[in-house]
Each structure stands twice: as C-alpha cells, then as structure tokens.
C-alpha cells in the first residue's frame, strides 16, 4: 500500500508509480478516501528492490507491506502442513528438551560421557555438544574438529541423537559427514546468508533438522524470521526458531531474556519454538525460572546446557549449566505446564488443533 504526502499522486507521479511496479509484474490502483488517496499493490509485492523504489521517489509518504516478506516461512503458506520429527516426536504435540554440555574437552571424554548418561537418565531427547566454539576472544578456546567422534560415540553409546553447532561450510559437511541428528546455527552466525544458504542446499535431501538461534543485535521479529526463510528457500523446511536473549543485558544476566516473543512468532510462522534459558539468563541458579518461564510462554521445547560436574567443564559450563537433577526436575515441571498451556495457544493459532498424529 502507497501512501502520498499529498492528498493523491499527479498523473505524473502515477505513471511513474506504475512504470516501476511493472517491472516486478505488479499493478498500482487508486483507492479514494475522504481527505486522501491511497494506492494498491495488486500482485506480489515482497519485492525488496522495488520498495525501495517506491520510497525513495520524493511524492512517497511510505509503503506498507501487506504481504510477508517470508513467503515460505510464514504461517499461511502450504509449508504450514509439513511436519517434521526430532527424537521421534512431532515438534508442538510433545515436550522436546536438548541438553548437555556447551563444550566438549576432547582432553576429558569421560567427563562428557557421564553427563550424556546422566542426560538420557534425566528424561532429555537430544544431547547436546559443543565441538566448535564461537567467542568473542581469539585467545580463548575454539574447539575441537576431534570432540566430534566424543560426541557421536556418546550418541552410540546412550542411543540418544545428538546436535551440535557449526560456523562455516568445512564444520558443517564434517559434521554432515559424522551423521549429527540435529544442526545449530548460534547467534553469531544468525544474519551469516551465505552460511544460511548452503545450510539449506546440503542439507536438501537429508532434512535434517536445523536449530537457529536468534541474533544478540537482532531488533525486529520478522528478520529473525526471515533468516530462516534463507534456509528454507535452498531446500530445507525442518527449520526451528530458538530465541536466546538478546542485547541489551539485563544487569545481572547475561543477555535480555526474549522467551516471549515465543506467541509472536507462532502467530506470524509455522516453525517450531525451542527456547534456549542457559544463554538467556547465563546463570544456573536463574534457568529453572526461565525455561519454565519459556513453556508457559508456549514454546515447543528447550535447549539446556547440562553437566554433571560443572565445575570441571569449559566453555560456559562452569557458570550456567545445571546439573542433570536439576533438568530431570525441570522436564517434569515443564511437561505438566506444556500441556496445559497447549489450550491457549489453540485460541490463536487455530493451526495446531489440526497437526497429524
């Protein structure tokens, strides 16, 4: 929808209106009102380039979409019906709960080993392990290309599928190559198109699962949204939103806890929530809160970092992540609340009273 500066468009400043959405295959219509005209959009106008035309032409107040810019992601396109597994649960019809360590220590193995054990007891779906590792430092410790034969060992071992993070396009086919169960795309890497891209091209054919977490600096919802569209778009529709605290922090935890965008998003896109409180909060006193906070919010799911000895771990763990005990509690806390938040979510995404069994 165009919007003038002036009551309506002269015949001139029309034809160039019209000149320009031709060429994206649109049509314009006046709409006359009582003090002002407006203009339709008739056609597809998720066109970028074209709205940046039509604001930058000098007679244009502003140009309001009507259309989402994320054609596949969102809620009312045919990809609304496609339904996915992960851990052999359709994500929206059961609790499903990720967790483990945020780093692996190839020099530890054991140690990794005792948690996956103590996670699988604790009633967890996927394990979670960090083989490489994003940080804000080049001097503190990256990772390990080794960490992810610990990681597929304790998935043979517990008979649990396991997820874990890459960065690039080398990280990501050998983690393709090792048979992960579930791909996560972290925050740093949220807005990386080029990463997003080939994530949905090489995984095309496997659909494996992919977790994206939103962006420290993401503002608006819909690019977090859109984000994922670019894995969608190259072939990929087994996407699941993760919000995981954003910036600015608040004093006291590590990022701005954003579990509540959770109903915006189920309202504008079909794709599962599983909410992160680990990174949110960054305290493990602060996650049972948050991530019961998380499912009253309506989330599909959570994503937990877990250890059984804290202490001795890297990475993150020794300041956020609970103990399996802790998490054992929370699933059980939280299953109760999912299903009795299931009955409000139906009041506004009338969607899920129809997912397949």
């Given amino acids: 929808m165009i919007i003038p500066k002036n009551p309506q468009l002269t015949e001139e400043e029309f034809e160039i209106v019209k000149k320009i959405v031709s060429e994206f295959g649109c049509s314009v219509t006046p709409i006359p009102g009582e003090t002002m005209t407006v203009y339709a959009i008739k056609g597809d106008e998720r066109h970028e380039l074209m709205f ?27 990809l609304s019906k496609n339904h996915f597994k992960i851990a052999g649960k359709i994500p929206g019809e059961d609790l499903i709960v990720i967790a483990g360590h945020c780093t692996i220590d190839p020099k530890n193995p054991n140690l990794f080993f005792e948690s996956a054990h103590a996670i699988k007891e604790a009633g967890a779906d996927v394990l979670r392990g960090g083989v490489w590792k994003p940080r804000t430092s080049p001097h503190s410790y990256q ?71 939103r962006g420290m600096h993401m503002g608006p919802i819909d690019e977090f949204i859109s984000a994922a569209e670019y894995i969608v778009s190259h072939g990929n529709p087994n996407v699941v939103l993760c919000p995981r605290g954003t910036v600015p922090a608040i004093d006291g935890y590590r990022n701005y806890p954003d579990e509540c965008i959770t109903p915006l998003l189920k309202q504008k896109t079909w794709a599962p929530v599983i909410v992160d409180p680990s990174h949110s909060v960054g305290r493990a ?49 939280a299953k109760t609340l999912f299903y009795n938040v299931k009955k409000y979510q139906k009041a506004y995404i ?4 129809n997912v397949s069994k």
């Fill in 52 to 78: 940046n035309r039509l604001e930058g032409l000098p007679f244009v107040l502003r140009v309001d979409r009507i259309q989402s810019m994320y054609k596949l992601m969102d809620i009312k396109s045919e």
């Fill in 143 to 213: 990772g390990d290309s080794k960490a992810i034969d610990i990681l597929i060992e304790a998935r043979e071992r517990f008979n649990i599928p396991v997820i874990t993070e890459v960065m690039d396009e080398e990280q990501l086919e050998v983690a393709l190559a090792s048979k992960v169960d579930m791909i996560q795309i972290g925050a740093r890497n949220a807005l990386n198109y080029s990463l997003l891209k080939k994530i949905g091209e090489l995984t095309h054919f496997s659909r494996i699962p992919i977790l994206l977490k």
């Fill in 285 to 333: 006193i602060y996650v049972p809160h948050a991530a019961l906070a998380a499912i009253a919010y309506g989330a599909d799911g959570l994503i937990i970092e877990t250890h059984i000895r804290a202490r001795e771990g890297i990475g993150d763990d020794p300041k956020q992540a609970i103990h399996p005990s802790t998490l054992a509690q929370i699933i059980e806390d």
């Fill in 350 to 353: 009338p969607q899920l009273e």
